[in-house]
């Protein structure tokens, strides 16, 4: 029998996925845990610059350089076979200068990503996006609670309550659907008004904090496994305590340790060839003594 391995998830494939089957979608970023995530069947990984709090320790994402997210970025594409990789775009990487924004799309392309994600649909971005899109980078769009804004916003807040925002946040999926993004991320938004943008919009809607209406989800990996243990937000559902998991087994391996139980002669040693070889190191007296913990390497 032969099996076959699902081929890449490719930008106009993820697009066509709206209205079918729910999205499902995670971060990563690094090699071992895009490949978990690759192999469990996501749709598409995002190299978020959430890396910034939960795998640098920084408070906020506002700290992520280009450099840092590109390191990341190229680990999680030799990673993945399956999953859309997209990397995200950091602060300040696309606010100063429209060379500058798509050089460092590209960047993330060189990197191995096949698309990127742009906080922010007020026309200034819309410009950039579109200046991107037209260097033949795929754009995924990101607004609502988008957390380069925090300073901004005056925190992590929801936004698009009142129908004021609701609207303007509506125009913004509108303008970013129209400049050509390929998908958008609706982050701490109310589940009526992402119900109502996806609705509306004829690209997938990706949520976190929007409700189940969205085309799909997304969940920051260290959230979804409990392998981070800062502020937990109302929208995260832990499937896993991998971090307390890693403590208990970390403790056992120190403990071990310390007790001399780890490693163990007989099957975790590697052993000289023969007798004769330990009388040739050590002399008789040693080579008898030893005798009986010779093993061969091969064992
Ligand atoms: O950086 C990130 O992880 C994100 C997702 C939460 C959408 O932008």
Redesign the pocket.
Known sequence: MTTTTPKRITVPAFRAMKGGPRIGTL?AYDYPTAKIADSAGADMI?V????GMVVLGYPD?LSVTVEEMLHHTRAVARGTSHALVVG?MPYLSYHISVEESVRNAGAFIRAGAQAV?VEGGKPSRIRIIRRILDAEIPVMG?IGLT?QSVNAFGGFKLQGKGSEDARRLIDEARALEKAGCFSV?L?CVPAELAAFITEEISIPTIG?GAGPACDGQ?L?FHDLLGLYDGHKAKFVRRYAQIGDDMRTAISHYLDDVRTGRFPDVATESFHVGSEEELRRLYGNQAAAADATTVKSDSE
């Not at 978020?48 to 890396?51: E, P, Y």
């Open positions: 971060t995002l978020g610059d959430s890396l994402t995200d994600k990101h957390p991320v982050e976190i997304v920051v």
